[in-house]
């Protein structure tokens, strides 16, 4: 049942990048779409940083001490990948859409 915290986790991370990167691409976007679409990718990025928040406090609770060692390093690194591509996006999102609606 844990197991499907990280498969979950990842499901959130690439959903946080395809909802704007398929609104740019579609190249079809309005304000206010565009706000919808920045809103649910923040979400997924949450939603997908607390399962593994999930993850770690059950690895915690039953003392699995080498796992938690073994994936702290690339848990910080792929999180932060995470967060920055999908503020990225959304920034050149929001940006698009503020230079479309001032035209």
């Known amino acids: ?45 949450f939603i997908a940083l607390m399962m593994q928040i999930l993850y770690t406090k059950h690895l915690v609770e039953i003392e699995d001490w080498s796992a938690l060692m073994d994936i702290q ?6 999180s932060s990948v995470l967060c920055i591509v999908a503020s990225v996006l959304n920034g050149i999102l929001l940006v698009k859409s503020l230079n479309r609606c001032e035209q």
């Open 73 to 78: 390093g690339s848990l910080v690194l792929v």
């Open 1 to 45: 049942m844990f197991g499907l915290l990280n498969l979950g986790s990842l499901l959130f991370g690439l959903a946080s990048w395809i909802i704007p990167l398929a609104l740019l691409v579609s190249n079809k976007f309005t304000a206010s779409r565009s706000i919808k679409a920045i809103f649910a990718s923040l979400i997924s990025v």
